[in-house]
Structures are given as structure tokens and as C-alpha cells.
């Protein structure tokens, strides 16, 4: 079961683990949204989470 975060801009963070998603879209935010990665905390993303 594959699970996924969807970026505003486009860009979908996608792992089979909880963790790994989060952190491919920590990345993805401190890289390209620094705004949004301050103000977006790992829990907050865990909610944000969808199963494809």
C-alpha cells in the first residue's frame, strides 16, 4: 500500500512507510517551500497523508 502527500505546487512525496513519506516531503518543503517548513510540523503532515 503505497501512501502519498500532495505539495500545493504539484510535486506528490510517495513511500510505503509513514516516516518515509514525511520525510521526502520535509525535503521536498525545505528545498522549495522554506516558508512552508517552518511553518508545517511533521505531525501536521502525518494528517495529510493519503493511501493510493
Known amino acids: 500500500m503505497t501512501k502519498l502527500i500532495r505539495c500545493e505546487c504539484g510535486f506528490i512525496a510517495r513511500s510505503d512507510s509513514d516516516d518515509e513519506v514525511v520525510a521526502a516531503i520535509r ?4 528545498s522549495d517551500h522554506p516558508a512552508l517548513f517552518d511553518a508545517v510540523s511533521a505531525d501536521d503532515l502525518l494528517g495529510w497523508i493519503q493511501v493510493e
Open 27 to 30: 525535503a521536498h518543503l525545505a
